[in-house]
């Protein structure tokens, strides 16, 4: 059984900020990868921002700049640092997680979303 929960979504006005996290927990021997995703209504599911287990990432180019992202190994849980915030930034963030069970082969799994609006 594997859990993610995602937490810090909210209000906010136009060039504010917002920290959203992601904690994981379960049976989870290793965790390969971590992401931030994003669904604005009307849209499909975009990347926004990946952290791989040596510390790469990889943004969109809608975010770079703006949005850090960035893990703590030992609470397996990756944060999302979004600053600058624009009204273009309105979406559903779902976090994922690509890793291997204890029992073993590969699992990739989502989290429930959390809301992220903002205003002009």
């Known amino acids: 059984q594997v859990q993610l929960v995602e937490s810090g979504g909210g209000l906010v006005q136009a060039g504010g900020s917002l920290r959203l996290s992601c904690a994981a927990s379960?049976?989870?021997?290793?965790?390969?990868?971590m992401g931030w995703y994003r669904q604005a209504p009307g849209k499909q599911r975009e990347l926004v921002a990946v952290?791989?287990?040596?510390?790469?990432?990889n943004y969109a180019d809608s975010v770079q700049g703006r949005f850090t992202i960035s893990r703590d190994g030992a609470k397996n849980t990756m944060y999302l640092q979004m600053n600058g915030l624009k009204p273009e930034d309105t979406a559903v963030y779902y976090c994922?997680?690509?890793?291997?069970?204890?029992?073993?082969?590969?699992?990739?799994?989502w989290g429930q979303g959390t809301q992220v609006t903002v205003s002009s």
């Open positions: 379960g049976t989870i021997s290793r965790i390969n990868r």
């Open positions: 952290i791989t287990y040596g510390g790469s990432t």
């Open positions: 994922n997680m690509n890793y291997v069970p204890t029992f073993g082969g590969i699992g990739d799994y």
